[in-house]
């Protein structure tokens, strides 16, 4: 006699799509067509980090506009990068200015 909690149903299993890239930005996008956004390998190149925090920090250091969506991934709009790189006046990072104290309000 078979004990109560086994089934006679045989278990689903997951098989592994292998055309699936999970957290592919531009999935859809035939391979050798550019989309609008960078796609997960663009971004590991362009920031020489894997993690997404450390490629945040690195964009923004570079003074390269980026969204993080509400997943995590990281959107990167491919006209933008063309526009830093080709020394666009406007997509220079900021420049700080130095810390100190405020004597106009005093």
């Not at 086994?6 to 930005?25: E, L």
Request: positive net charge.
């Amino acid at each position: 006699m078979q004990p109560i909690y086994q089934s006679d149903r045989p278990r689903r299993q997951q098989q592994a799509n292998p055309q699936v890239r999970p957290h592919a930005q531009n999935s859809k996008v035939a391979p050798g067509i550019p989309g609008t956004f960078l796609d997960l390998f663009e971004i590991h190149s362009l920031t020489d980090r894997s993690r997404r925090h450390a490629q945040v920090k690195v964009l923004r250091s570079m003074g390269i506009e980026h969204k993080v969506r509400p997943d995590g991934g990281i959107a990167v709009l491919r006209a933008h990068i063309a526009k830093v790189f080709d020394g666009g006046a406007d997509a220079a990072p900021l420049q700080r200015t130095e810390a100190g104290p405020n004597w106009l309000a005093i």
